[in-house]
């Protein structure tokens, strides 16, 4: 390629879904969730760093289907499935720490998702969109850790096979689209 001439673009950035099979065990298909949003921040910052980039479009729009589409998703499963099944068990009070970094996400989510919508138009994203990046990847990290390190334990401690069967029904059922 002659020099000054752009790259052409980089297409089909994909990250691969977690299969529903593993709905079987809902503890493990949350935390291969929590793997895989570990994978998209990465991609998150390196958007940030570069929203020209060659890869930026095509990741911006990955990153655009996570944040509207499966993350509403995963916190349902955690909000409305997970955490009133643990609260009994949560002697830390860790599940109202967690809803309010869900909160903080959720706020933050609305301005990357606009910066991630002008990236993958081919524009330039908002002033302060790497800042706002940074800020949602490095608590987003803080709350997963968090998760495996003391819900999913919990978990599985304290819920038996029938509470785990209703959680996995409950998560596939948000996926086929039913309301739950």
């Known amino acids: 390629m002659p020099p000054g001439e752009p790259s052409p673009p980089v297409s089909g950035a994909h990250v691969a879904p977690i299969q529903p099979a593993l709905l079987d065990d809902p503890i493990a298909f ?3 969730e929590h793997a895989r949003q570990t994978v998209l921040l990465g991609h998150l910052e390196r958007v940030a760093r570069d929203p020209q980039g ?7 729009a ?13 916190v349902a499963d955690e909000e409305r499935s997970l955490y009133p099944r643990l609260a009994a068990h949560d002697e830390q009070g860790v599940l109202e720490r967690l809803r309010e970094e869900h909160r903080r996400d959720h706020r933050l989510i609305a301005d990357l998702v606009s910066g991630l919508r002008r990236i ?3 524009h330039a994203p908002m002033a302060g969109f790497p800042e706002i990046a940074r800020e949602f990847a490095a608590g987003h990290r803080r709350h997963l850790a968090i998760e495996e390190s003391v819900l999913a ?11 785990m069967a209703a959680l996995g029904a409950e998560m596939a059922a948000r ?5 739950v």
Do not use: N
């Open 175 to 179: 996926r086929d689209g039913r309301r």
């Open 62 to 74: 990955v990153l655009l289907v996570w944040l509207t589409e499966e993350m509403p998703l995963h």
């Open 30 to 32: 949350l935390s291969a």
């Open 120 to 122: 993958a138009e081919g």
């Open 54 to 60: 060659r890869a930026a479009r095509d990741l911006a």
């Open 153 to 163: 334990p919990l978990a599985r401690r304290c819920l038996g096979p029938e509470a």
